[in-house]
């Protein structure tokens, strides 16, 4: 597995927050990021939401729908 787990975050959000979310898998605050990609190609993902959710951000790294969750895990 390339990813921090095998399943998925559970992520509660508010309207206008910014989320930073890890890409290259390096960070040690996932699903955040946390630089740790300097150097690399990889760059986080970044997204504002626009109201308050609950939202499923992939932690095995193997979704097609990154960074959301589309399932994968459950096919490692
Ligand atoms: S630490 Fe992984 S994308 Fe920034």
């Not at 979310?21 to 150097?39: A, E, L, M, R, T």
Request: glycine letters at 10%.
């Amino acid at each position: 597995m390339k990813g921090w787990q095998d399943s998925a975050y559970l992520v509660e959000v508010k309207a206008g927050e910014r989320l930073a979310i890890c890409q290259c898998g390096k960070s040690s605050n996932p699903p955040y990021c946390d630089g740790s990609h300097k150097g690399t190609e990889d760059k986080p993902f970044i997204e504002t939401f626009k109201e308050d959710k609950t939202v499923l951000i992939c932690g095995c790294l193997e979704s097609k729908r990154k960074p959301y969750c589309d399932g994968s895990h459950s096919r490692l």
